[in-house]
């Protein structure tokens, strides 16, 4: 029924990827998914973990209302940039010189600069400028204000975050020395000297950035004059959306292997002025974080016999802190996502499907059938499941014993494509 929803197996895709985003799915997958549930003219759709916006893009392109949140106030502007109607496309390149020419002429210090993690101290200043100048053209003429301290990204617009995504990649670009073995991770300060570019070459990476972005947007998007959307920073726990008022939601929720969704956007989130606290609150905040928050998380009983089982077998695994920090991940991973799933029901109208993308994983030998899991959380939240699709996406390396002479057997990876429909009456 669905299609595959990873974005190599997208063979349409090709490098017209808006936005190399880990945990990312394809448009064609969107946009099957859509066909598949049978979405009306007049929908209302949401992702409410958007993340690069690939459902809110496809969304649109298909002349529906939508509504996006993520948490990562750097991912909204990413999904904000797809954003961008043909009305506009013919001032992107003046409005890109306009930009580097006022970068020339800014010098913007940032108290404990957070680029400096990275950057030598004049590289720093050099992409500071740039986002300054962005915020002076196309946010606010008369105050600077980091992204990060805005409390929503209402205000700002397709064109600003397209030039916000476009200094992302050129960041991204500067830091590809840095980069590991794993993708989410760059290297700190300290493990290498801090990179040294000069202006002349970021100004002209910032270009070729502006024109490859510019040729990724989605031609359906930007042929829709009338775009109804609403793109927002938000936990999926407390949505600032009507009861009854969404029409279909089609989403990839968090994955549930401890990914730190906040490592992996340490550059962009430094770009926009997240500091240390910030950063630690968002990380806490997150669903699927490896941080663990204190306080009381209801182990609870209605999650449903798999999520029991699963939590049981971790908290009974001999090895070193199963039954301590690792139960507490997991816990804080189903407490979020079960008041998200309520939260979820009360914003959908009844008979509403819900297409969610979720992917299996190993604690140690401990099988964490995600899916399962999950699936039995949202019918206890008031939803039906309908269909399922399990498509086999990768290996990946599980640890048999890892208290001594640790060995590691392969296994595969499998991707779940849930089908739910919200039932008539909640509980
Ligand atoms: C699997 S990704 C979604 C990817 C998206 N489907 C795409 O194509 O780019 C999950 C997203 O959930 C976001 N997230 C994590 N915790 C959240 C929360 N409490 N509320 C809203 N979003 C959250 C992460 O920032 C991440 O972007």
């Known amino acids: ?183 989410t991770w760059f290297k700190q300060r300290g493990a290498m000297p801090r990179l040294q570019a000069p202006v002349g070459t970021i100004h002209n990476i910032f270009r070729r950035e502006v024109c490859l972005l510019l040729s990724s947007l989605d031609a359906g998007v930007t042929a829709n004059q009338r775009i109804e959307a609403t793109l927002d920073i938000s936990s999926s726990t407390t949505l600032s959306l009507s009861d009854k008022s969404v029409d279909a939601v089609i989403a990839s929720p968090p994955y549930c292997t401890r990914l730190d969704y906040a490592v992996a956007t340490m550059p962009e989130l430094a770009l926009i002025g997240v500091d240390d606290v910030a950063f630690r609150g968002l990380r806490n905040s997150m669903i699927g974080s490896p941080t663990v928050v204190t306080g009381a998380l209801d182990d609870s009983t209605n999650w449903g016999l798999a999520c029991s089982q699963f939590l049981e077998n971790v908290r009974a695994h001999p090895s070193k802190a199963s039954a301590g920090y690792y139960l507490k991940v997991f816990i804080s991973y189903f407490w979020k996502m079960n008041h998200s799933l309520s939260e979820l029901a009360r914003v959908m109208i009844p008979s509403a499907p819900m297409v969610l ?49 640790s060995y590691r057997r392969s296994c595969s990876v499998v991707e779940s494509v849930l089908l739910f429909r919200r039932r008539a009456s909640l509980l």
């Open 1 to 183: 029924m669905f299609t595959n929803p990873k974005q190599w197996a997208d063979r349409t895709e090709g490098t017209r990827s808006f936005y190399e985003y880990y945990a990312g799915f394809s448009r064609l997958f969107v946009r099957n998914a859509m066909e598949q549930i049978g979405v009306g003219s007049a929908a209302t759709i949401l992702d409410p973990w958007n993340g690069a916006g690939t459902t809110t893009e496809a969304g649109v392109a298909a002349g529906l209302s939508v509504r996006g949140y993520d948490i990562n106030p750097a991912m909204v502007l990413v999904a904000k940039a797809r954003l961008l109607t043909n009305t506009v496309l013919g001032s992107v390149e003046p409005i890109c010189s306009d930009i580097l020419l006022k970068a020339k002429k800014t010098i913007k210090i940032i108290d404990r600069e957070p680029l400096e993690t990275w950057l030598s101290p004049s590289t720093a200043v050099a992409v500071r400028a740039i986002e300054t100048s962005i915020q002076r053209l196309l946010v606010d003429s008369k105050k600077y204000c980091p992204i990060a301290n805005f409390p929503t990204l209402a205000g700002v617009s397709s064109l600003a975050a397209f030039y916000y995504t476009a200094l992302f990649k050129t960041l991204r670009q500067l830091l590809a020395p840095l980069r590991g073995s794993n993708p």
């Open 357 to 405: 993308v979720v992917q299996d994983s190993y604690y140690k030998d401990v099988h964490n059938d995600l899916a399962a899991i999950l699936s039995e959380i949202a019918v206890n939240r008031g939803f039906t499941l309908i269909h399922r699709d399990d498509f086999v996406v990768g290996t990946s390396l599980r640890s048999i014993n890892t208290r001594s002479r």
